[in-house]
């Protein structure tokens, strides 16, 4: 269930909404198009899953679905989905993963899908922060210490998951982070799409500016190493640029590997089969995590 209009980043609708929010709020509410709506669940797709309810930090009340391993269970992954739809419309992502043996923590940011609340920018990475915390409690809860956890992060989802994991003291009990069609800054990747309208081709540097500094991805992800980073990204990707997957690339340390989608547009990365198993490789195979007393 993968709902690809829900992947639209700021469409010409937007860009022209953009004018009008650039004189009121700001640009940053045009980073979110939630839906309340779920058009489904996993068990439309033959998934096993169970309702996962937990809090932010200022207590807003957040929704997900934890989807367990088929088998014996060999890691578990928690997803940050992209700006637009919710859970639901963006669960065909992470379907696949419980077949092979990946456990599944899918959640909505405030304001999406049953999360309470309004979206910005500070409050998802409050989310991103509680559902860091949730992911290793759903570990301990499941008895999966000891199996390596990951983070797959798509869209703004990548770009939230690397602030926010860099930030986290918990960044040390992850084993793996995945970046999939992940924008390097906010400022920036509005430029771009603004860029691309000749009504606000002009006003880019303008209207950029109204965006809330202080969670660009580039300047954080060289805190993340050791953690293991794995960065994709469509060379044709018509939303987010490939030119910001190199910017995150360049800018993180080792380890770190970056892989281009020849032909993919914007998350094409995960319909292949091989880097599906370059994915879950990656997280089997890494590292054992630190305690939560180090």
């Not at 003291?169 to 000749?198: H, T």
Request: proline fraction near 6%; hydrophobic fraction near 45%; glycine fraction near 10%.
């Amino acid at each position: 269930m993968v709902d690809r209009a829900a992947l639209v980043f700021l469409s010409r609708r937007a860009v022209l909404a953009l004018l009008i929010a650039a004189a009121t709020a700001g640009c940053t509410d045009l980073f979110f198009h939630p839906s309340r709506t779920l058009p489904g669940s996993p068990a439309d797709l033959g998934l096993a899953y169970r309702d996962v309810w937990f809090e932010a930090v200022d207590g807003t009340p957040l929704h997900g679905w934890f989807l367990p391993a088929r088998g014996d269970p060999k890691g578990l992954l928690l997803h940050l989905h992209g700006n637009a739809g919710n859970v639901a419309t963006h669960l065909g992502f992470v379907a696949w993963l419980p077949a092979e043996g990946i456990s599944v923590l899918t959640f909505d940011y405030r304001g999406y899908g049953r999360s309470e609340g309004t979206p910005t920018l500070a409050g998802v990475h409050l989310d991103a922060e509680a559902a860091l915390a949730q992911t290793l409690h759903l570990q301990t809860e499941g008895g999966l210490t000891g199996r390596p956890v990951g983070v797959l992060g798509q869209s703004l989802g990548g770009s939230v998951a690397v602030t926010a994991l860099a930030r986290s003291d918990l960044k040390r009990r992850f084993n793996l982070l995945v970046v999939d069609g992940a924008f390097s800054s906010y400022r920036q990747i509005v430029r771009d799409k603004l860029a691309e309208f000749w009504l606000t081709w002009p006003l880019k540097g303008l209207l950029s500016a109204g965006i809330e500094e202080g969670y660009d991805p580039v300047d954080a992800i060289a805190t993340l190493a050791p953690l293991p980073l794995i960065i994709l990204h469509g060379d044709l990707d018509p939303v987010v640029p490939l030119a910001h997957g190199k910017a995150l690339y360049d800018a993180a340390h080792e380890p770190k590997q970056f892989w281009v989608v020849r032909g993919g547009g914007h998350l094409d990365a995960l319909a292949t089969p091989e880097l599906r198993a370059l994915v879950v490789t990656a997280l089997i195979t890494a590292a054992p995590q630190a305690t939560a007393t180090e």
